[in-house]
Structures are given as C-alpha cells and as structure tokens.
C-alpha cells in the first residue's frame, strides 16, 4: 500500500467529506431562520466544580514516533503485525484480553512514516489503537462497545474572543456539537469560555472546526480623523449719529443755561430776542471695525470591527431631556408627585460604520454622520434639538482615505443703525446709518481609512479535516 503525505491536509472519508461546508451551510441556516434562540437552545452555564475538574485533567497521551520515512515487509497475523511495527519504530504494542488476531497476511507499506504505517494497519486489520504513553499502544478490535470502553475521554476549554456575539457563539458551537455529536457542551460567561467534553477523537475534532468557523469573518481597522472647523467675522462701518435731538427754548432758560451739560449746548440756533431757541445735536462718530476668528479642532481615533457589524464614534456630551412628568392642579393637597422620566441625547457628532470587505484590498463602508446642536428654544420646557444628518456608502482600496463633508452650519447677520427716514435715503443714506454684518460658519470633516486585520471568507483556505468515516471514527495518536 503506498501513502502519499500532503502539508495541512488531512484526507476525509465519504461520508464525512463535506462536514466543514455542512457546517457553513447550517450555520448560514440559523442565521436566516431566526434572530433569536428558544430556551433549549442556549448554552448551557458551567458550574465551579465542572471548570476544576477540566482543569485538574492531564492531557491525553500521545505517540512519540521517530523521524524518516521507510518501507516495511510485514507478515503473520495482527498481533504479528502491530509487534513488527513497534519494533521498526521503538514502540511497545499491548493488546486487549479479547482482541481477535484474524488470519495471516502479507503486509508491504513503501515510503511511510511509523504514523501513516500505524493509520494503515489499523484500517487493515480493523483495529484502533489507544496511546497509552510516548512509546507504549494499547491494540483493541474496532467495534462500537470496546471504543466506548476504551477510547480516553477528555474536557477540552476553548477562549473565546471578544469580537464573538453570544448569538454567533451559540450557532457555532450549536453546529459543531451536531456534527460531532458531542455529549457535553458548556459555556462561562464571566471568563468566555467553552468547554467540550466527550471522547477524544471527537473533541480533537470539533476543536479545529470550531476554530475555522471562527476565522471566516473578516475583521478590518478603521482610523478615524475628524476636523471641526469654524470661523467667525463681524464688520461694522458707517456714521454713528445720536437718536435724540432736544428743544430748548432759551429766553425762558435765561441765566439758568450754564446749568445745562456741555454737551447739550453744542447745537443750532433759530430766532432772535423773545423768540431764540435751539435744537441740541450730538457728536457723529464714523466707525470702521472688523473682527475675525478661526478655529479647528482634530480628533484621532482608531475603530475596530467585524465584517458586516457596526461600529460607532461619539464626540460630544450626554444632556438630560425630561420626557414623561407630572404637572397639574392638585387643590392645594398634598399629592405625591412621581420623579419625572429623563432621556439622555447624544450632542455632538456620531459616527456609525458598517464595513464589508471584498477580496483582499477593498473595502466598502455605510456611513452615517449625525451632528446634534441644542437650539436654545424649548416648547412645555422641553429642548428642541438641532439634527443635522448625512447618510453615504464608499468603496476604498486599503490604506485609501474617505472624507464625508456636508456637515455644515452657516448663519448671517445685518444691523442697520441709524437716523429714522434718512437713513433709507438713496445716495445720502449711508451718511446717516452704521451697518454691521456678523458671518458664524463651521463645517465638519471626517477623514476615514480603512486596514484589513483579517481576509473575507472567500479569501481563507479551509483545511480538511480526517475525522474518519461514521462507523469508525479515527483516534488520535
């Protein structure tokens, strides 16, 4: 018999070829069935004492088998088989009370190593083998009762990571324990761990496919910049002029005028004798003033996320905004009056990303953009918020920058100051009016680029995975 070794690639019987995409299929399955999960369906909590009798457990034996690839002339029965075998490799084969030999035969393996001679013999002579040190094997007939009776069992504690839902986990690890037919599985919530406990050929197993279906999500890094910038101009110009011009009439003033202010007396004069009087003007003033100011602020930040799951970036406050009170006549009696209820509003910016990613270096992001300002109104005394939103989808290359402007605020002001009538006056007006136009404006910019951390699962190779057939599931050495 010849055997051919491939790299990472474990050959799978008939029956079992296509578990890893029957995994992915049910998995897919159970996210589009359902969002949630029925009570039976939730994995069952570990105890204290389960977790320490996991970790007081040694790990299963295994094998030691020398380096090289030989070829073997084997002959005789399978005790004969497996003790030629031992020798060649500085191994000690022991055998169950009840194992049956079978008849002789002529065994040639060309070009193997003592592990894949070992896999060989097992299948030839219908046997399994149990290691039971580095160089010592127990050798039992492949039936049902004698691998329940004599195949190890062993709790297998797997971290969890953080990134993983509790729904994506329980669909997992639901799919895997289905195909693997594990008997005990378990989950602690407070250190994220799982646990799998049944015989080891199956829990080996189910650990490297919990673990491929745990990388077929990609995972990518997103750098977040965002600019505020504002800016602010007021200018002011024209004749200042005074809004009251008084009436005196100086022959009933007489000796009392030096009682009057200095700035009263400036003025003009009409009449003569009984009949002077006078009109008080003002001093004009000619204004030309302007004021400026520039403002920008930059946040850095760095965002972590799955494939397909939103991310979101709050910069700003929380402000307390009362939605439920009581309020009312009560008679004057004394009337409990209940607390009234409190919302708390995101002001400021927010940033919500969805990213997928396709192929290796391209990325798309769903971008959403909020900016809430408080208005300073209020209607039953409740605040009226500013919302400005801006909604957008980007597709970039990797290490690309994406920049979401819209953001904007602008307001403009005029104030015509002046004299009544004449400063409406088509080419004379301005002589007698001061103007000032005030501009307020802010814009802000959010710079993203997107890192891949982790391929999609069109991009990762899935390794197979020799579990044997169903009838005989093959035992780790």
């Known amino acids: 018999m010849h055997a ?17 995409f029957w995994l992915a299929l049910a998995v897919t399955g159970c996210r589009a069935a359902s969002a949630g ?31 090289g690839r030989r070829t073997l002339e084997l002959q005789g029965d399978a005790k004969a088989l497996f003790q030629q075998l031992g020798r ?24 193997a190593d003592c ?29 049902p009762p004698k691998r329940a009776e004599l195949e190890p069992t062993m709790a297998l504690m797997i971290p969890v990571p953080q ?14 324990q289905q195909a693997m037919d594990i008997v005990r599985l378990g989950f602690d919530t407070q250190r994220r761990l799982l646990v799998l406990r049944d015989k080891v050929s199956k829990v080996r197993a189910a650990e490297l496919l919990f673990e491929q279906l745990l990388q077929h999500r990609g995972q990518l890094a997103v750098e977040l910049e965002m600019i505020e910038v504002s800016r602010r101009a007021t200018l002011s110009y024209g004749l200042a002029w005074p809004g009251e011009f008084p009436f005196y009439n100086f022959m009933r003033i007489g000796p009392a005028i030096g009682m009057l202010p200095a700035a009263r ?6 009449g003569g004798g009984k009949s002077l009087f006078g009109i008080g003007v003002g001093k004009a003033e000619l ?19 799955l494939a ?44 919500k990303f969805t990213p997928f990613i396709h192929g290796r270096d391209e990325v798309s992001l769903e971008l959403e953009a909020e900016f809430k300002l408080l208005t300073g109104e209020s209607v039953n005394g409740i605040p009226l918020l500013s919302n400005r939103r801006l909604a957008s989808r980007v597709r970039l290359k990797e290490g690309e920058w994406a920049v979401v402007a819209g953001l904007l605020n602008s307001a403009e002001a005029r104030t015509i100051t002046g004299v009544a009538g004449l400063a409406r006056l088509p080419l004379i007006g301005p002589l007698f009016r001061q103007q000032t136009v005030s501009k307020d404006s802010s814009e802000v910019l959010i710079l993203l680029k997107p890192r891949v951390l982790a391929p999609a699962p069109s991009e990762m190779v899935a390794r197979e995975i020799f579990v044997g057939s169903e009838s005989r599931v093959r035992s780790p050495l």
């Open 287 to 305: 204004l030309a003033s302007l004021t400026e100011s520039f403002g920008r602020l930059l946040l850095k930040a760095q965002l972590h996320s």
């Open 115 to 143: 592990r894949e001679a070992l896999r060989q013999l097992e299948v030839v002579t219908a046997s399994f083998v149990v290691p039971l040190g580095e160089h010592v094997f127990l050798v039992a007939n492949d039936t």
């Open 265 to 270: 007396l400036s003025g003009v004069l009409f």
């Open 4 to 20: 051919r070794r491939r790299a990472l690639v474990f050959h799978i019987e008939p029956l079992m070829r296509n578990v890893i």
């Open 163 to 176: 990134s993983l839902s509790a729904q994506e986990l329980q669909e997992t690890a639901r799919a895997v």
């Open 37 to 67: 999960f029925a009570s039976e369906d939730v994995l069952p909590t570990l105890s204290e004492a389960e977790l320490e009798q996991a970790r007081r457990l040694l790990p299963p034996p295994e094998l030691n088998f020398p380096a």
């Open 88 to 111: 060649s490799c500085s191994l000690e084969a022991v055998f169950d009370g009840q194992y049956q030999p079978g008849p002789p035969v002529r065994l040639r393996i060309v070009e």
């Open 308 to 351: 397909g799951q939103p991310a979101s970036f709050h910069v700003g406050d929380q402000y307390p905004i009362m939605t439920a009170g009581y309020f009312g006549y009560t008679g004057g009696l004394p009337v409990y009056a209940p607390a009234p209820t409190m919302q708390f509003a995101d002001l400021g910016a927010v940033v």
